[in-house]
């Protein structure tokens, strides 16, 4: 019975990203006010401002899927992205 809920549990949480867009991890803690960056397909780089707050351990090239969401008038001192909230993350 919890092995059965378990994995109805963990496949919602992969099914919650299945709509996000495909990006690659890159670690970027070597240049002077960054950490993890995600880069997408086309090449657009986000900052993610709180990927401290999921269950997520991040590694450089690891393919995910993200869901995000745009964090107006912030300012960043990495300057390789636009800052974003990560909404919703899963490997891929």
Request: charged share 20%; proline share 2%; aromatic share 6%.
């Amino acid at each position: 019975m919890i092995f059965a809920l378990l994995l109805l549990t963990t496949s919602c949480i992969k099914q919650a990203c299945s709509s996000g867009v495909k990006a690659t991890m890159k670690d970027s803690t070597g240049l002077d006010g960054c950490g993890y960056i995600l880069e997408l397909e086309d090449g657009t780089r986000l900052e993610p401002i709180n990927l401290a707050t999921f269950d997520f351990q991040p590694k450089d090239g690891q393919k995910l899927r993200v869901t995000y969401e745009v964090v107006a008038n912030s300012g960043s001192i990495c300057m390789v992205g636009e800052l974003v909230e990560i909404t919703c993350i899963t490997e891929r």
